[in-house]
């Protein structure tokens, strides 16, 4: 299914650091219940007249998701619930399974060619909603001109280290790299792809507020932080016949009210939920337990007492994990010792040195370091953004108090703090980690001297290890380099990494969500019961 490894053979290390520096650079009222006016995703054909989709599914799907679309350009924001709401309609060129492959969907097969040239061959007979045919041509214009080259693109660091693309023929494109790139097909997978047609006769404003659309559904409606319509894409190349007919998504940043939502029958699904609230998962409506793919970890920026090693360290020993996911969490969760976790590619849990909870430890080592009285330190979090984020918190500043470190906890506006905390404004901060089964990307935004989500740290022996694997297209030999790679982490310790949720969503008895990939939601493939 899909790709090949390059032929060649291993690819040769990256030779210059300098090729890496930009690897890092993401409650309205429910619409009315029932079938779509005017038939599921009627649009218009080249021609003038409505397209008929091939069936008719089963009515309406609404789902509650946490981080809303703020505006509708696809490339201006990222991360899951983002990737969620904008996938089904901008489809990409592959996506990933639970068993860490990738299903063709634009792209229909792929080989790397050369060591820093990937080609993918385009599903013929796509079109776009407007029945226009998709081509490479688009392809290219949605790598190159909007998800690099669009200022206003969050999606640049994921492929910053593609240097072009080049249109072979209408259905094939080479994708070119600064320096060889293993995981250059996982870092593709979330880029939409766009009509370039329509850029060039509109211009970007309107081409994103009425785009034309490949994936299953297109857009109807959006109304940014508060809820997007979708209904199904009548020129869809697969079979959608039993998929909603219309997708629903409401913004709802309160887990009660979302439950509330669900049970009185308002939505049919909502995002994760906090553990005391799971209990009411009952009647017609379950509970769906899924990892989230999330590794939740407390940064340290190099920034005063932090830029000492043996700081972070004491910090690490300070930390009880097992208290949080036993008592806040009640046991959703899998403990986190290394920086990756178990679905990741390269995952490790074995690696040395390993902190267990001991807070003598930890107050000998702030003793050592110069601090036997302690010191004050700010940490800032998102507020609702992960599952018990502000108990979380708290609990970790109780647990530092302990040794002696004086915690400020520092709540957050969830968008503000991801911007932020991206750009190393907080010397020391909460965060969630997603998508990180192929874990290039993050691994470069946060450890990597290129990336600014860490203030003031670096490590050469991190930044060789991360340059090196990226590089490496033998599975076996970048496995050996990952682990060194974590080990070399857990030594500097720049991170505590903490756990990785298990996510329980409410679901109505109505539906099934068969799970593709972790926590991800395909609205292709919910079906009726």
Request: with cysteine; proline share 8%.
């Amino acid at each position: 299914m899909g790709g090949s490894a390059w032929r060649g053979g291993a690819a040769a290390r990256l030779s210059s650091l300098a090729l890496l520096l930009a690897l890092v650079a993401a409650c309205a009222p429910a619409a009315p219940r029932g079938p779509a006016a005017g038939g599921p995703g009627a649009m218009p054909s080249a021609s003038g007249e409505a397209a008929p989709v091939g069936g008719s599914g089963p009515g309406r799907f609404t789902v509650v998701l946490v981080s809303p679309l703020t505006n509708y350009n696809p490339y201006s924001q990222s991360g899951g619930d983002i990737t969620n709401a904008w996938q089904s309609i901008f489809q990409g060129l592959v996506r990933m399974t639970n068993e860490r492959t990738y299903e063709p969907l634009v792209a229909e097969r792929w080989e790397a060619v050369a060591p820093t040239t990937w080609r993918f061959h385009i599903r013929p007979g796509i079109r776009f909603s407007d029945g226009s045919p998709l081509t490479a041509a688009d392809v290219k214009h949605s790598i190159v001109d909007r998800a690099l080259d669009d200022p206003d693109s969050t999606r640049r660091s994921s492929i910053s280290t593609v240097q072009d693309a080049t249109v072979v023929d209408d259905l094939t494109v080479d994708v070119v790299t600064k320096v060889p790139n293993a995981t250059l097909l996982g870092q593709l997978a979330t880029i939409p792809i766009t009509s370039k047609a329509l850029y060039d006769r509109v211009g970007k404003e309107a081409a994103d507020r009425q785009p034309v659309s490949a994936g299953p559904y297109v857009l109807h409606e959006l109304v940014p932080d508060q809820r997007l319509v979708m209904r199904k894409n009548p020129y869809y190349w697969g079979d959608i016949t039993s998929a909603p007919d219309e997708v629903v998504i409401r913004w709802l940043k309160e887990p009660m009210v979302a439950l509330t939502a669900l049970l009185s029958g308002e939505v049919d699904m909502t995002a994760p939920l906090p553990p005391n609230l799971t209990p009411q998962l009952t009647g017609n409506v379950r509970a769906i337990q899924a990892p989230s793919g999330f590794l939740y970890f407390m940064g340290l920026g190099a920034v005063g007492p932090l830029t000492n090693k043996t700081v972070r360290q004491a910090i690490n020993y300070a930390v009880d994990k097992d208290a949080i996911i036993n008592g806040i969490l009640k046991g959703n969760a899998q403990r986190a010792d290394v920086p990756l976790i178990d679905t990741s590619i390269g995952y490790a849990p074995d690696v040395t040195p390993r902190y267990e909870y001991d807070p003598a430890r930890a107050r000998q080592l702030l003793a050592q370091a110069g601090y036997p009285d302690g010191f004050a330190m700010d940490l800032y979090h998102p507020v609702g953004r992960f599952t018990n984020d502000v108990d979380i918190a708290a609990a970790l500043a109780a647990q530092l108090g302990q040794v002696g470190i004086q915690v400020t906890l520092k709540p957050t506006e969830t968008s503000t703090f991801l911007t932020q905390s991206l750009a190393g404004a907080y010397p020391a901060f909460l965060y969630g980690a997603g998508a990180i089964d192929e874990p290039t990307r993050y691994l470069f935004q946060f450890f990597h001297q290129s990336g600014r989500a860490l203030s003031g740290w670096h490590s050469a022996e991190v930044d060789r290890l991360l340059e090196a694997q990226i590089a490496e297209f033998d599975p076996a030999k970048r496995d050996a380099l990952l682990r060194e790679l974590q080990a070399a982490l857990n030594d500097e310790a720049p991170a505590v990494w903490l756990l990785s949720f298990t996510n329980t969503i409410g679901i109505s008895n109505h539906w099934e969500w068969p799970r593709l990939h972790g926590s991800t939601i395909y609205f292709d493939t919910i079906r009726a019961r």
